[in-house]
């Protein structure tokens, strides 16, 4: 999965969406309230509780364009990074 891609531990468990959005609404305004970051946000948890696929097969057609690294390339592109402290 994503998670062995990027050389981290797998999930341990699920959240429901509509809870973690919550909890990153409390997150933010706690965050807010003392001056700091929250750790995740509502933008975050709407980013990640869908399905980020996306056909670029039009694009391949109209423009010729392909990508500059399989997914397994970029994968491992950014857990080198990650161990560079970049990402």
């Not at 699920?14 to 946000?41: D, I, K, N, Q, W």
């Not at 397994?72 to 990402?87: K, Q």
């Amino acid at each position: 999965g994503l998670a062995g891609a990027l050389g981290l531990p797998p999930p341990r468990g699920r959240v429901p969406a509509h809870l973690a959005y919550a909890a990153a609404g409390v997150l933010e305004l706690g965050a807010g309230l003392v001056g700091r970051r929250a750790p995740f946000t509502r933008a975050m948890v709407g980013l990640m509780a869908v399905d980020q696929r996306v056909d670029a097969s039009r694009i391949r057609r109209a423009l010729g364009w392909r990508p500059r690294r399989s997914f397994a390339e970029g994968m491992e592109h950014v857990r080198r990074l990650r161990e560079l402290g970049v990402a």
